[in-house]
């Protein structure tokens, strides 16, 4: 089984141009031509699951289709998709920001799935979703080092529920390095599918590892590696797992 790790930023894209004419300009800018070159990788990798960060659910940027329903059509995945923001933010009322959101995508049909978000932070989405053998949760977690924090509490409060083979993957957001998740993975028996804490973050000359493969200790790592990939600001995790 294959699984795909990738925080895309909407397709948005990278590099000095991004920022012209006046800072993050390129999050204003179509994204098609990107996205295509996302779309064309993802083909190439032909994951089983996969968990996107940064997603854009519709808006002016891919002439208001759905990237993750894009994706899922053109390559046949089921797909869920949904706003990373709570329901009582600010971000859900404003036209861009409301369609900003992560996804997760498998080959295999979708059982059931969930939607929880966290009571601190931004970016609060904790997506659930279940296959017939596997549970995925896929997470942003907060730049603020107390929120992660918190964020970690609840999903230990989730993740001790689930009695299945399991993967927790997203955007951590660990800014303090690996430390931050000692007693995250002690208690909750996770292990990371990096342990050579190979960095992901930036894409064009990786020093920081802030995307986390995370999985119960059913799942065995066949092969992990990190492409050089560079159409965003993180690269992809690409992770091979035996049951």
């Known amino acids: ?7 895309i930023r909407y397709a948005a894209g990278l590099g000095s ?34 968990g996107l960060v940064e997603v854009d659910g519709g808006s002016f940027r891919t002439g208001m289709q759905c990237q993750a329903e894009m994706i899922a059509e053109q390559l046949g995945y089921h797909h869920v998709i ?20 992560n996804a997760v995508l498998a080959k295999m049909p979708i059982i059931s799935h969930r939607f929880y978000y966290f009571d601190e932070g931004v970016k609060r989405l904790i997506i659930q979703v279940c296959t017939e053998h596997l549970t995925v ?30 993967i927790l993957a997203g955007d951590f957001n660990l800014l ?7 007693l995250f993975l002690g208690a909750t028996g996770l292990v990371s599918a990096n342990p050579e804490k190979k960095p992901s973050y930036p894409s064009r000359a990786p020093k ?34 035996e049951f």
């Open 208 to 241: 920081r590892e802030l995307d986390f493969i995370l999985h119960s200790p059913e799942l065995k790592v066949v092969h992990f590696h990190i492409p050089p990939v560079t159409y965003s600001d993180h690269s992809p995790l690409v992770c091979d797992f």
């Open 176 to 182: 303090w390095g690996k430390r931050e998740l000692e």
């Open 137 to 166: 949760f896929l997470v942003h977690l907060s730049l603020t080092y107390r929120n992660r924090q918190y964020q970690l509490e609840r999903l230990y409060s989730l993740i001790r529920e689930v009695d299945r083979p399991m």
């Open 82 to 101: 949904e706003t990373k923001y709570g329901s009582a933010s600010m971000a859900k009322k404003l036209p861009l920001l409301k369609m900003q959101g």
């Open 17 to 50: 141009r991004f920022h012209f004419p006046f800072p993050y300009a390129g999050y204003l800018r179509r994204s098609r031509h990107n996205f295509d070159r996302i779309l064309d990788f993802i083909k190439s990798v032909q994951p089983d699951i996969m």
């Open 1 to 7: 089984m294959r699984f795909l790790l990738y925080n």
